[in-house]
C-alpha cells in the first residue's frame, strides 16, 4: 500500500485523553495501554506532554523505550525547554516524532499569547527547526486553526514545512466546525500553500458539538492522510474523534474513501475495555463499534433478518472488531503458570514476580466468589491490584453493612490509616452512602464526590462491579476505581483509591494548554 493511499492513525488517548478530568494515569497504566495500542498496530502513539512534570515526562520515556513497532510523540510548545524535555524523554525510541504547536486564531493571538502574527510565525519555525535537532519527524499544529485566518494560515503552514515539519495537523480546537467547511478548508489549504506536497496533513477535531468524526471523516475526503484520535473518543470537554469510528467508517465504506488503514481491527474492543477499566470512564451500551449494544438487535424484524441474511441489519461484523463469546479459561483449580499465560496472551506485563504473586492472589479471592472468569475479570483485577498497590495511606481492612426494609442502614469499617488500625461507623441514606460517611468520619478529607458510577464488568449475578468515584479537593480532580462481587465493597475500595490519589498526590492532572 503506497504512502498516499495510507491513512496514519494517530493516537492521543495517553496525552489528549488523559485530560479528561480524572483520567490521569501513572506510568504503568499508560505503559499498558501503549502496548495494547501497539498490538492494534496503531501509526503514533503520542505518549504525553514531556514537560508537563517529571512524572509525565517518565511515562514517556517508560512508552519510548517499550514500544518497538510504532511512532511513539510527545508534544512540546514552541519553546526550547519543551522540545528539549521532549527529545530528552523520546532517546529510546525506535521512531520517535516530536509534536510542537502553537496558536494561529486571532482570539487565542490576541488574548492568550499577545503576539502578531509574525511573532507567531518566527517562533514556530525556530521550533520546528529545534526540533529536527532530535528528530527527523516533527509533526507541527496550528492550534484553534478553524478559526484562523486562511491567509496567514496558508504562509503558516508554508514556513512550517520549509523549517523541517513533515506533518502538519489542522486542529478543530474548540470542536466549532462543520463538516461541510472543514473539508473545504482541507482542500483549500491543500490547493493553495504551493509546498504542501512535502508534508502529511492530519486533523485533529474535539467533539464539543459531536462532529469530530464527521469532521475528521470531511477532511479525508479532501487529502487529509493522518487522523488523531482516541479511544472511546476520551478526552477533554466533550472529548476527541474516536478511534474505533473514523477506523471503521474508513474500512466499511470504501465506495467513499480511497484510504485505507494498517490496524488490526479485532484488537479496538479489548483496547476499549482496557482505556475503560484504568481511567474509570465507562463505554455507553448504544456507543459505535464498541458498545454492548453495538450488535444487539432487539426487534422481532431485525432478528429475523440477520439470521436469515446477516448483512440486512449488520454493515460489519462483530467478530472483526474483537467481539466475541467470553469463554471460561480461567477458574478456581487453575494454576499460576495457567493464570500468568492469560495474562501474557492479553499482553498484560506485571512489574515482577511479587506484582504476580499479589495478582495470583487476588485471582484466587475472585475465583472463590465467581465460577467463570472471563478476560474482562481479569483487565478488572490487574487494574485494581495495580491501584491498591500504587499508594497505601488509607487500606480497607474489613467493612460492615446493616441496611434492611424499614431501618436505616449502617456501615462499620476498619481501615489501616498509615500504618495504623482505625474504626469507624455511620449511618446513611443507603449501604454506600454509609460506607462512606463512614469513611470520611476517619479520614476528613475535606473533598467533595463529583461522581458516583456502577458498571458491570460481565454478565450475570455473580459479575464483579465496577465502581468509579470521583472526588474534588479544591479544584483538583481524581478517579477511582474499584471492582468485587460485592458492589458496597467495591465503592469502598473505588472511594478509598480516589482518596488516596488526591490526598497523596501522585496523579496530577496535567492541565495545560494543548491542540
Known amino acids: 500500500m503506497s504512502t498516499a493511499d495510507q491513512l496514519i492513525i494517530f493516537d492521543t488517548t495517553l496525552r489528549d485523553g488523559e485530560q ?30 514531556a514537560i508537563a512534570s517529571q512524572g509525565d515526562f517518565e511515562a514517556v520515556k517508560a512508552v519510548a523505550d517499550t514500544v518497538k513497532n510504532s511512532i511513539v510523540c510527545s508534544l512540546a510548545r514552541v519553546m526550547d525547554a519543551d522540545i528539549d524535555r521532549a527529545g530528552e524523554a523520546l532517546k529510546g525510541a525506535c521512531s520517535a516524532r516530536i509534536h510542537t504547536f502553537i496558536a494561529t486564531s486571532p482570539i487565542h493571538m490576541q488574548y492568550k499569547l499577545r503576539l502578531t502574527e509574525e511573532e507567531v510565525l518566527a517562533r514556530a519555525v525556530k521550533a520546528i527547526k529545534r526540533a529536527r535537532r532530535y528528530v527527523d519527524d516533527v509533526e507541527f499544529s496550528c492550534e484553534d486553526a478553524v478559526r484562523s485566518e486562511p491567509d496567514f494560515l496558508c504562509r ?28 473545504a478548508l482541507m482542500a483549500t489549504l491543500l490547493e493553495r500553500i504551493p509546498n504542501a506536497d512535502q508534508a502529511v496533513f492530519s486533523v485533529h477535531c474535539h467533539n464539543d458539538l459531536g462532529l469530530a468524526v464527521a469532521n475528521s471523516l470531511a477532511a479525508v475526503q479532501q487529502g487529509a492522510r493522518q487522523v488523531e484520535c482516541t479511544i472511546n473518543g476520551l478526552g477533554e470537554r466533550a472529548g476527541n474523534a474516536a478511534l474505533e469510528e473514523v477506523v471503521m467508517a474508513v474500512n466499511t465504506r470504501q465506495d467513499l474513501f480511497t484510504v485505507n488503514t494498517r490496524l488490526n481491527t479485532k484488537e479496538i474492543v479489548p ?38 441474511f446477516r448483512e440486512t441489519y449488520e ?12 469463554k471460561m479459561v480461567l477458574g478456581k483449580h487453575s494454576g499460576r ?25 487476588h485471582f484466587k479471592a475472585l475465583a472463590d466468589k465467581k465460577h467463570e472468569i472471563f478476560d474482562e475479570d481479569l483487565h478488572a483485577l490487574v487494574t485494581d491490584t495495580q491501584k491498591q498497590a500504587e499508594v497505601e495511606v488509607y487500606q480497607l481492612l474489613s467493612l460492615k453493612v446493616c441496611s434492611e426494609t424499614g431501618t436505616t442502614p449502617v456501615a462499620m469499617l476498619e481501615l489501616k490509616v498509615d500504618g495504623q488500625v482505625k474504626v469507624a461507623e455511620s ?37 464483579q462491579g465496577e465502581v468509579t468515584v470521583r472526588l474534588n479537593k479544591a479544584g483538583r480532580v481524581v478517579n477511582g476505581q474499584g471492582a468485587d462481587t460485592d458492589i458496597v465493597v467495591a465503592s469502598a475500595k473505588a472511594y478509598l483509591n480516589a482518596l488516596n490519589f488526591v490526598l497523596v498526590g501522585t496523579k496530577p492532572h496535567p492541565q495545560t494548554d494543548g491542540v
Open 337 to 361: 503458570n495457567a493464570f500468568k499465560a492469560r495474562l501474557d496472551e492479553l499482553g498484560i506485563t506485571l512489574a515482577d514476580d511479587q506484582a504476580l504473586q499479589e495478582a495470583f492472589k
Open 427 to 463: 449511618e446513611g441514606s443507603g449501604p454506600v452512602d454509609a460506607t462512606f460517611k463512614a469513611i470520611e468520619n476517619i479520614a476528613n478529607s475535606g473533598t467533595h464526590l463529583e461522581l458516583y458510577l456502577v458498571n458491570a464488568i460481565t454478565s450475570g449475578t455473580d459479575s
Open 271 to 308: 483496547a476499549s475495555r482496557l482505556v475503560s477499566s484504568i481511567t474509570g470512564f465507562p463505554v455507553q451500551p448504544n456507543k459505535a463499534i464498541v458498545g454492548a449494544n453495538a450488535f444487539a438487535h432487539e426487534s422481532g424484524i431485525h432478528q429475523d433478518g440477520v439470521l436469515k
Open 156 to 183: 503558516m503552514i508554508e514556513a512550517a514545512i520549509n523549517a523541517g515539519a513533515g506533518t502538519i495537523n489542522i486542529p478543530d480546537t474548540v470542536g466549532y466546525a462543520i463538516p461541510e467547511r472543514f473539508g
Open 315 to 326: 454493515i460489519m461484523r462483530a467478530e472483526d472488531v474483537g467481539w466475541h463469546t467470553n
Open 20 to 49: 479528561s478530568p480524572g483520567a490521569s494515569m501513572t506510568q504503568y497504566e499508560k505503559v499498558r495501554i501503549a502496548k495494547a495500542l501497539e498490538r492494534m498496530q496503531v501509526d503514533v502513539i503520542e505518549a504525553g506532554f
